[in-house]
């Protein structure tokens, strides 16, 4: 199994451009979350799915969007890139949402805003 | 509120050397407590967690993990550090809601 695989690695954007990430799983998770990674500040959540055709907000949702069509994928967008959206972006999935559920992460997407 | 915090944002040990990194956690019931590790420029691995039962918890790599109730600590601990276990440690904790809440994570640097 491949696991958790985000696409692209890494990219540069210009302010105002817009973008999508992609975020794959093979382990048949029904959960999927999109974090955010910046120096000092640990990992906040902007968006999660429960399942497919669902989407919820996390802690910091502003100046993203997302998409969960099929069960295994879900899509983050960005509709006008900004600066302050500069960080690397971490993909998780996991069985269920219980308390003792174990989250899986990909690789990351570093991301920088000019 | 829940949150987690990670008091120290290095920790320098010499291989070898026991290691501990430190979290301390505040929410309200029982508390279910996380470790995960992230290598240079790779995701967060999963390294152990606590949910009910032995205060002592075994995880990957050697790691293990002390959960204190009275001190609302859950420390991360090796009893001989390597020079591959430098990484940076996030220690998280679920909130009332079943969200993950991450530490600032702390930085591990061991030499040789």
């Known amino acids: 199994n491949a696991g958790v695989t985000q696409t692209p690695k890494f990219r540069v954007l210009k302010t105002g451009q817009s973008m999508t990430l992609l975020c794959a799983q093979d382990m048949n998770h029904e959960y999927m979350y999109w974090y955010r990674q910046d120096p000092g500040m640990g990992l906040r959540l902007i968006h999660y799915s429960v399942g497919e055709g669902t989407t919820a907000k996390g802690e910091v949702p502003d100046g993203y969007n997302v998409s969960r069509l099929k069960k295994q994928n879900f899509l983050l967008g960005l509709e006008s890139a900004a600066p302050s959206q500069t960080s690397v972006y971490f993909c998780?999935?996991?069985f269920g949402q219980g308390k003792g559920e174990t989250q899986y992460f990909g690789p990351g997407t570093r991301l920088l805003v000019l | 509120a829940q949150s987690v915090a990670q008091p120290e944002d290095q920790v320098n040990v010499a291989e070898g050397n026991p290691l501990t990194v430190k979290c301390t956690y505040s929410v309200s019931g029982n508390p279910y407590l996380f470790w995960y590790v992230q290598y240079p420029n790779r995701g967060l691995q999963f390294l152990l967690k606590?949910?009910?039962?032995?205060?002592l918890v075994k995880g990957s790599y050697g790691f293990e993990a002390e959960f204190n109730k009275s001190q609302t600590s859950f420390h991360l601990k090796k009893p001989s550090a390597l020079v591959s276990d430098s990484a940076l440690y996030f220690c998280a904790v679920r909130d009332y809601t079943d969200k993950l809440i991450f530490g600032t994570g702390t930085r591990l640097q061991v030499f040789p």
């Open positions: 998780a999935s996991s």
């Open positions: 606590y949910i009910t039962g032995d205060n």
